[in-house]
């Protein structure tokens, strides 16, 4: 048996090491990590920027010289190193409107749309919306909801930007002030869908909760387990009488369930507005939103910093 296995440990050691990087480029970069720890001749081709290379989306060159980093973005030692930057370090581009990542695994790619590249409705009323900056924030704005009656939230992006053949789905991130106020018994609706193209069977509307102690509650009574008390952290308990006068719980009795906001590693909240297959070869737009106009209450206290869009976990 030790025979057997020195025979195969020099097996891989004999191997040209450009045969072995040339192999290692046609896998992923979760199995070129994996694959390293094989053998030292593993180990030393899974350094190659061949292998990265491949990786990395054909017009990085583009992307990276039009960062508002003034270039700096593209200048490493090698491409194992700037693929892992690009993975954990957002590039913002497009005069500040959006940032570009990779994803980790799959290498690949992912943008957030900045509030000043969505479309809000009434967003540049200064007596409905202000435009803020926060240090948490990647971009240099984002949008606060002063008050409204009439939340609704479009965001859009070229299928051309995006990578072909991968599932993704988009996220609205976003958190509060201390006097959020409004959203307690009123699901907002989300959907995405190619713009423009009518009785799409895989575009489906759905209901989501933004207050995340609203989700909580839901979740309470689905589940049958006691509510956690104290806050979550987003929503005060602050509530203006006119809004608790329109935002009286519903009387119909219990409903589906519905999907709530899942804390990031950033500090903010997202919350899912739907997933749609970018397939080789098509175009057009991706039209995400999110909605809340059926309720008639007044809201506000949402602090909106984008969507995101990347590919779906399986």
């Known amino acids: 048996m030790e025979k057997h296995g020195e025979i ?21 970069p979760r199995d070129v990590c994996t694959l390293s720890l094989v053998s030292s001749v593993f180990q030393s081709a899974a350094e190659w920027d061949a292998v990265w290379e491949k990786f990395l989306p054909p017009d990085y060159h583009k992307i990276l ?10 200048r490493f030692g090698s491409k194992k190193e700037m693929y892992l930057r690009l993975c954990d370090h957002p590039v913002i581009i497009d005069g500040g409107n959006k940032s570009f990542w990779l994803h980790k695994l799959s290498g690949k790619k992912c943008y957030m749309l900045a509030a000043r590249d969505l479309s809000i409705i009434w967003g540049d009323t200064p007596r409905y919306w202000r435009w803020i900056s926060v240090p948490e924030s990647r971009f240099a704005e984002v949008a606060e909801l002063l008050s409204v009656c009439w939340l609704e939230v479009h965001g859009r992006i070229d299928t051309s930007l995006l990578s072909t053949d991968t599932l993704y789905a988009a996220y609205l991130v976003y958190k509060s002030t201390s006097h959020t106020y409004g959203f307690e018994y009123h699901p907002a609706e989300v959907s995405v869908g190619l713009s423009g193209v009518e009785n799409q069977t895989d575009r489906q509307t759905r209901t989501v909760i933004l207050d995340p102690e609203a989700s909580q509650r839901q979740r309470s009574e689905h589940e049958q387990i006691p509510p ?15 809004s608790a006068l329109n935002t009286a719980p519903p009387r119909d009795g219990p409903k589906p369930r519905q999907d709530g906001p899942k804390p990031r590693q950033d500090g903010w909240l997202e919350i899912e507005l739907g ?11 991706v039209d ?25 976990e399986s």
């Open 8 to 28: 195969d440990g020099n097996l891989f050691e004999s191997l040209p090491e450009g045969f072995i990087a040339n192999a290692l480029a046609r896998t992923s």
């Open 65 to 74: 010289a039009a960062a508002d980093d003034g270039g700096s973005s593209s």
């Open 228 to 242: 956690v008390r104290g806050r979550l952290g987003m929503f005060g308990r602050l509530r203006r009488l006119g």
């Open 275 to 285: 997933e749609f297959y970018n397939e080789k070869g098509q175009e057009g737009e």
């Open 288 to 312: 995400m939103s999110m909605m809340e106009v059926k309720g008639g209450n007044w809201k506000s206290g949402l602090i909106i910093q984008g969507i995101e869009i990347r590919p779906k």
